[in-house]
């Protein structure tokens, strides 16, 4: 039977007994901080469980996506050592929302395992709670009293968390035979940790609520949560010693043989390693399809944890090139039928996989190589400096460090690199996990509820529910609002409140964890706003339409990124503000300028098309058969909200948004740059925005040519005068150069940096300092000869002539000149035979 099939046949039976099929929700549980991953089947149930959610049904069934790694139930370390525990699986369950109650869930339970899959009936055993009595007769009508055990709260006693529903549960089991247990091993009976006797699903009776602190309240209704791992299932219907076997896991490990040439079974250590990869490339396929890429914080740590295992193993195998990208790849292969995300983001994963496989490369020899160096001081325990060194220079998470511990027989001082990751914190300014927390705002108006009218009123008055105040200003929670609240990375609305006695000016709005709007008020006059008074709220208009153009923009670039970069194109986040909108998405290059000019002409044709918005309310299955296009960091619920603009762009949003898409004017993207592995980011403007934007560029790029031009000048200022300064000599003293030749003072000099005008300067210097004599200066700039000859009045005409000394010494060089007895200008020729042509002058008056 395969999995699939055991999947089908689980659905049908609750779905022939009144059961409504709903299907896998999300493993990153968003708007659920109290958990890292959605790690049972009833976690999308929390809310119905404890009242705070309503359905339009009282019998569920589903097969859950669930990871287990990190939180209270964290498998992580067991998974490869036994033949059960994975970190992600999937969880078959049935659920009762105060409909029946332990007699029915027990018998459900065993219908279903005795005749619809037909597993033993000989072999399997109960648990219960020890003291549910109840729960011990009712399985008395299907086994002997020997084969139902009583536990106590360890194994018995199921909560998703710290928090939340929780009740006894009771299991069952099946005995695989003594020699399950391992060899060497004492099985302890039905709850001993080894491998004979499997649980194969548990029935929780949900009767209590866990506040934090621990105190537990009933829950207004019992209920029914129960939970059967598929994988274990398939592993014993299909007759396998264990999960990474079965049909859903075992295309991984034949791939790993075939890339290895290694073979399950022959080696123990070996198949460690292959079932890490199996089980790790699985939970990385299914995370990074949602999303979560690896990172150093949060769950994407965790995610990072996971893959960078999957590589050591690898290692050990003797895979030496990246290659969890292509395992990753068969995951998809062998479940992408069934989980379309996957085959969706098939390119996505592998990139991912693949980017992170390189840098964990890079440096896991070097790590490796610093272990070996602290082992030679032969300490027993790793200092947790150490520890972190590794983990933050080497990218070595710290249970690898522990593992490698383990195999090489020393101890983590975990303590110690905790410490370390305080230090770090302090220095870093780091805030979580990237989620925009909700606010905690305890209002406590039983019975009452918030109803958001914006989308299509920007005025509206209500009475207020809830107020408090603030520093300077007031919050406060009214019946009914036009107010949006911040959410799915749209900002929240200002605009005014105004009573009888009071106004307001509403600087930002918040939604609290319940789903309140929480207006943040500054008091203009009046008094502070109470319970009960009547409140005029009005939504700043001009604001909010500019809001609403740069968020249906966003859904247009979405569409546009996608056509123009390719379907791997993933929202990872967003932020719609009334001046510009920011979208991050998975993309593994820059967008190059013309693949940003091809993404601009493609929205704002669809803007010219002043295309229709049309917003519908449906199920959240029935948008995705749709096409709608859903962003995991958001929460939705069973029924969502699809926004559709033109033919073309549909998406799953709470948004508010224009009424045709004229209205956005134009968009333009105005910045691109990476923001972390595989995640880039394009800002755009939209409408007046970017005109504003184009027109403040635009002085900016005046005055920044004004400032260059009136730089150049300057520049050329500075040039002229150093170059005189140069050829004045600057520091160099001519007139000690001035030789004497027969009673003659000459001056033949070479000047670089002399322009003609500076050449005269100088020499017109040097020859009042003689008085009497003859100067020649050579002046060179740009590459340019430049000649002046001066003789004194005295010597000029009637011994010497300035005129034919430029000539002769023209003439060397190959260039040209000439002028009067007392002065002669010219230049060009060969500056490199310009000190054999000042020798000349000597020569010349020498005679
Ligand atoms: N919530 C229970 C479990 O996870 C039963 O679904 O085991």
Redesign the pocket.
């Known amino acids: 039977m395969t999995g699939r099939e055991i999947r089908r046949r689980f659905l049908d039976f609750f779905a022939e007994r009144g059961h409504e099929r709903v299907s896998s929700s999300s493993l990153v549980p968003h708007g659920d901080s109290t958990l890292l991953f959605t790690n ?3 976690v999308q149930f929390k809310g119905v469980f404890t009242g705070a959610e309503t359905r339009p049904y009282t019998r569920a069934a589903s097969s859950q996506k669930c990871v287990r790694a990190g939180g209270k139930h964290n498998d992580l370390e067991n998974v490869g050592r036994t033949a059960r525990h994975l970190t992600f699986f999937e ?1 078959l ?1 049935n659920f009762s929302f105060g409909d029946y109650f332990k007699h029915e869930a027990i018998d459900l339970a065993w219908e279903l395992f005795t005749t619809r899959l037909a597993l033993p009936a000989d072999r399997l055993w109960a648990t219960v709670f020890h003291s549910d009595d109840e729960a011990f007769e009712l399985w008395r009508r299907h086994l002997p009293p020997e084969r139902i055990a009583r536990l106590g709260e360890k194994d018995n006693f ?1 909560a ?1 968390g710290d928090t939340g529903p929780c009740g006894p549960c009771s299991e069952l089991h099946i005995d695989r035979g003594e020699a399950a247990a391992g060899p060497a091993h004492a099985c302890a009976g039905v709850a001993c940790e080894c491998d004979r006797f499997l649980e194969l699903w ?1 029935l ?1 009776f949900m009767q209590y609520e866990r506040a934090p602190g621990g105190a537990m309240t009933p829950l207004p209704r019992p209920s029914i ?3 059967a791992g598929l994988e274990r299932l398939a592993m014993i219907l299909q007759g396998k010693p264990s999960a990474f076997e079965c049909d859903l896991l075992w295309p991984v490990i034949a791939r790993v043989q075939k890339e290895t040439g290694k073979r399950y079974g022959a080696h123990a250590e070996d198949d460690v390693s292959m079932r890490v990869i199996a089980d790790h490339a699985r939970a990385t396929a299914f995370l990074v399809a949602e999303g979560v890429f690896p990172e150093k914080t949060g769950r994407e740590y965790v995610l990072r944890r996971i893959m960078r295992r999957a590589i050591r193993h690898e290692v050990r195998l003797g895979i030496d090139r990246p290659l969890l990208g292509a395992f990753c790849d068969t995951v998809v292969d062998t479940m992408g039928e069934d989980f379309p995300e996957l085959g969706e983001r098939r390119r996505v994963i592998a990139e991912i996989a693949r980017g992170e496989e390189e840098r964990f490369r890079e440096t896991l020899d070097r790590g490796l190589e610093l272990i070996d160096e602290w082992r030679a001081k032969r300490d027993k325990t790793m200092p947790g400096e150490i520890v972190f060194k590794l983990y933050d220079t080497y990218g070595f998470p710290v249970d690898l460090v522990e593992v490698i511990g383990l195999e090489q027989g020393f101890a983590v001082d975990a303590a110690g690199f905790e410490r370390e990751m305080d230090r770090q914190r302090a220095r870093s300014d780091f805030a979580g996990s990237g989620e925009i927390r909700a606010q905690r705002i305890d209002i406590v108006v039983p019975g009452t509820t918030c109803a958001f009218v914006g989308y299509d009123r920007l005025e509206e008055e209500g009475k207020i529910l809830w107020a408090a105040p603030t520093d300077g200003g007031v919050d406060f929670v009214a019946d009914v609002t036009p107010f949006y609240a911040e959410s799915g990375g749209q900002v929240g609305d200002t605009g005014v409140a105004e009573g009888d006695e009071f106004s307001l000016q509403v600087v930002d709005a918040q939604k609290s964890a319940e789903g309140f709007v929480v207006h943040r008020g500054k008091i203009l006059s009046g008094r502070a706003p109470r319970v009960g008074d009547r409140v005029r709220l009005r939504v700043d208009a001009e604001r909010r339409a500019s809001i609403r153009r740069h968020h249906s923009g966003t859904h247009l670039l979405h569409l546009a990124l996608r056509r123009v970069l390719g379907d791997h194109v993933m929202q990872k986040g967003s932020r719609v503000a009334p001046d510009r909108l920011r979208f991050d998405f998975s993309h593994f290059a820059p967008v190059k300028d013309d693949e940003a000019r091809a993404i601009e002409d493609i929205v704002n044709a669809r803007v010219a098309d002043n295309a229709p918005t049309e917003v519908v309310e449906t199920s959240f299955d029935h948008a995705k058969r749709l096409g709608a296009l859903a962003f995991f960091g958001d929460k939705y619920g069973e029924r969502v909200r699809v926004v559709r603009i033109g033919r073309e762009s549909l998406e799953l949003c709470g948004g508010t948004h224009v009424a045709a898409s004229g209205e956005i004017g134009l968009l333009g993207v105005v910045a691109e740059r990476g923001i972390a592995q595989g995640v880039r980011r394009v800002e755009a403007l939209a409408g007046p925005a970017l005109l504003a934007w184009a027109r403040e560029h635009e002085t900016a790029a005046t005055r920044r040519e004004e400032e260059l031009l009136r730089q150049l000048k300057e520049r050329d200022k500075e040039i002229s005068a150093l170059r005189r300064k140069v050829a004045s000599g600057g520091t160099r003293d001519l007139a000690s150069e001035v030789r004497d030749i027969g009673g003659i003072k000459v001056l033949a000099a070479r000047i670089d940096e002399a322009d003609p005008k500076a050449l005269r300067d100088a020499s017109d210097r040097v020859k009042e300092k003689l008085r009497s004599g003859v100067v020649v200066l050579a002046g060179v700039s740009d590459g340019r000869v430049s000649l002046v000859a001066m003789v004194t009045p005295d010597l000029a005409g009637s011994r010497f002539h300035a005129g034919k000394i430029l000539g002769e010494v023209a003439g060397v060089l190959g260039g040209r000149g000439g002028g009067k007895s007392d002065m002669a200008q010219g230049g060009g020729g060969d500056p490199a035979r310009i000190g054999e042509a000042l020798e000349r002058v000597y020569a010349i008056v020498g005679g």
């Open positions: 049972a089947g009833m969880m369950g199921w998703m548990n929780v949560d129960t939970g």
